[in-house]
């Protein structure tokens, strides 16, 4: 297995990447989907100026002189699966060695590497975003996109079988209209609700000049979305579905 991660580095303590706890926030560098509104992009693309190849030995020092401050070792990107064989490294060496808890934020539309994970009971807590409309948000071509949705949703299936505690972030955009979301709930609802620990985060994106997105053009025209009406329509929606832990987080995370 590499003892290798191409990664941006890490924050030792953090307070907002994981819903209600601390982590050890690690950045994978790489991702397979081009989100317009990403702000993350220039790790997402490997770019050299932000990204270099660090040793697990290396994080898991750090994380060792964290441990007492921290809920979670979190990993984020990018998409860690696509490392996935050093990702399975440290996250084994993290619970065996120094017995903190995993947590992983991936988009969820990498099927074999996510098995794996789940099946060597690898990950403690998953984040994931439910990226609606998938087509636009993933912003790749429309065939590969149904493709990965497809894998998206059986993944999502996985994990229900499993029942690893989820937080569901939905990402909110001019583009995302509560009769999508209904529909959507329609078909993945009967796989969150067989989750025991569920948080649902209503998201509202934020474009440029908070953040530098992949897209500025796109985030203009679509990333200020949510005035209160809207979110709390949004909420009703995920009500009527019975979620009941939801949150809205305005804001960075
Ligand atoms: S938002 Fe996440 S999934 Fe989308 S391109 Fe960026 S890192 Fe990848």
């Known amino acids: 297995m590499s003892s290798l991660i191409y990664s941006s580095g890490w924050k030792s303590v953090s307070l907002i990447d994981v819903y209600n ?20 992009w220039r790790l997402a693309e490997n770019d050299p100026g932000v990204c270099r190849w660090i040793t697990i030995d290396e994080i898991v020092e ?63 807590h998953v984040a994931t975003d439910l990226k609606l409309p998938y087509r636009e948000l993933y912003g790749l071509p429309a065939e590969t996109a149904d493709k990965l949705w497809a894998n998206y949703l059986e993944n999502l299936k996985l994990l229900s079988d499993y029942d690893i ?22 078909i993945v609802g ?10 649902v985060i209503i998201q509202p994106l934020i474009g440029p000049p908070v953040t530098t997105p992949r897209s500025v053009e796109w985030c203009v025209e679509n990333c200020v979305a949510g005035d209160d009406d809207f979110l709390s329509m949004l909420n009703d929606v995920l009500i009527k579905h019975g979620f009941t832990k939801i949150v809205v987080r305005k804001g960075l995370a």
Not at 22 to 39: E, I, R
Not at 76 to 92: M, V
Not at 165 to 186: G, W
């Open 21 to 40: 706890s601390v982590s050890f926030t690690l950045w994978f560098c790489g991702c397979n989907l081009k989100c317009p509104f990403c702000h993350n």
């Open 165 to 186: 505690p989820l937080e569901l972030r939905i990402p909110v955009s001019r583009l995302l209209k509560p009769e999508a979301l209904d529909e959507s709930l329609n």
């Open 62 to 124: 750090s994380l060792s002189t964290s441990l007492m401050f921290i809920d979670y070792l979190h990993v984020t990107g990018g998409e860690p699966l696509l490392q996935w064989a050093s990702l399975f490294k440290l996250f084994q060496e993290a619970g065996n060695s120094l017995g903190v808890k995993r947590s992983l934020n991936t988009n969820m539309t990498l099927k074999e590497p996510f098995k794996r994970l789940l099946e060597r009971v690898l990950v403690d």
């Open 190 to 199: 009967k796989y969150l609700h067989r989750l025991s620990n569920l948080v």
